[in-house]
């Protein structure tokens, strides 16, 4: 076999996870997904979430606790960390907790990150899980609340279906994200950049405008998305939450 670089090696493994062959209709099976519901975890991400996957027919949640780890992923295809604190959600299942989540994903299970989520899933801070090689730009956070405007990249749009182009999206203090330099995991792909932003509360003018808004990573054998706006709280977006959840679980939308 001639030697393929190992970004070739990291596209071919994308390639596998979202053009799988895999369909609902060959299995049958539903696809259960885990949805974090304890301290750090706020706003209006847990109700939406579950009332767009509720309508899907085939995916079936189960909120649950800190307390509840590991036990809860034992039979699970995803785990879903919604919007809030990132590091209360973190400190709150505590180092064991964390342990089992990156293990979960590391043998195959998959994980959505949606804002403070989004955070929870990068390197570099001490209660984070480290899923991928990301870090945040600045430590000042505090960007505000309001719509921006992102642009999918072609493999969003193959993921999501949604079309090319410019669209609106909540944002709320997302992270605003970096390689972290991590030699030890692929780089993440971009699935939509920002175009524009907010820079309110002191936090520096023009680092939101051209990063990544969305991206997807692989740790271990699982497949690891991140969306630091809303689609969940966006009109016309909240498809998107249902493709990222049947993609990083491993059932591709038919």
Same mark, same amino acid.
């Given at each position: 076999?001639?030697?393929?670089?190992?970004?070739?090696? #990291?596209?071919?493994?994308?390639?596998?996870?979202?053009?799988?062959?895999?369909?609902?209709?060959?299995?049958?099976?539903?696809?259960?997904?885990?949805?974090?519901?304890?301290?750090?975890?706020?706003?209006?991400? &847990?109700?939406?979430?579950?009332?767009?996957?509720?309508?899907?027919?085939?995916?079936?949640?189960?909120?649950?606790?800190?307390?509840?780890?590991?036990?809860?992923?034992?039979?699970?295809?995803?785990?879903?960390? !919604?919007?809030?604190?990132?590091?209360?959600?973190?400190?709150?299942?505590?180092?064991?907790?964390?342990?089992?989540?990156? #293990?979960?994903?590391?043998?195959?299970?998959?994980?959505?990150?949606?804002?403070?989520?989004?955070?929870?899933?990068?390197?570099?801070?001490?209660?984070?899980?480290?899923?991928?090689?990301?870090?945040?730009?600045?430590?000042?956070?505090?960007?505000?609340?309001?719509?921006?405007?992102?642009? &999918?990249?072609?493999?969003?749009? #193959?993921?999501?279906?949604?079309?090319?182009?410019?669209?609106?999206?909540?944002?709320?203090n997302g992270p605003i994200i970096k390689p972290a330099g991590r030699t030890d995991l692929a780089p993440y792909e971009p699935l939509a950049f920002f175009r524009t932003e907010l820079a309110e509360h002191d936090t520096p003018p023009g680092a939101m405008v051209n990063t990544p808004a969305i991206v997807q990573g692989l740790f271990g054998k699982g497949h690891v &998305? &991140?969306?630091?706006? #809303?689609?969940?709280? !966006?009109?016309?977006?909240?498809?998107?939450?249902?493709?990222?959840?049947?993609?990083?679980?491993?059932?591709?939308?038919?």
């Amino acid at each position: 076999m001639k030697y393929l670089p190992p970004r070739i090696w #990291h596209l071919l493994a994308f390639a596998t996870l979202i053009i799988s062959p895999v369909t609902r209709a060959a299995d049958a099976k539903p696809i259960r997904v885990a949805l974090y519901d304890d301290q750090g975890a706020t706003g209006k991400g &847990i109700p939406r979430v579950t009332e767009i996957l509720g309508k899907t027919g085939d995916i079936q949640i189960t909120l649950f606790k800190a307390a509840d780890l590991p036990g809860v992923l034992q039979d699970k295809d995803a785990v879903i960390f !919604t919007g809030g604190s990132g590091s209360k959600q973190g400190n709150a299942i505590g180092e064991a907790g964390r342990a089992a989540v990156q #293990h979960f994903v590391h043998e195959g299970g998959g994980y959505l990150g949606i804002c403070g989520g989004a955070y929870l899933a990068c390197s570099r801070f001490s209660w984070g899980l480290g899923l991928l090689d990301a870090e945040t730009v600045s430590s000042k956070w505090r960007r505000g609340a309001g719509q921006v405007q992102i642009e &999918i990249t072609p493999a969003g749009q #193959h993921l999501t279906t949604l079309p090319a182009g410019i669209r609106d999206i909540r944002y709320d203090n997302g992270p605003i994200i970096k390689p972290a330099g991590r030699t030890d995991l692929a780089p993440y792909e971009p699935l939509a950049f920002f175009r524009t932003e907010l820079a309110e509360h002191d936090t520096p003018p023009g680092a939101m405008v051209n990063t990544p808004a969305i991206v997807q990573g692989l740790f271990g054998k699982g497949h690891v &998305i &991140i969306s630091s706006p #809303h689609p969940e709280q !966006t009109p016309g977006m909240d498809i998107l939450v249902e493709r990222v959840v049947r993609s990083v679980a491993g059932h591709p939308a038919p």
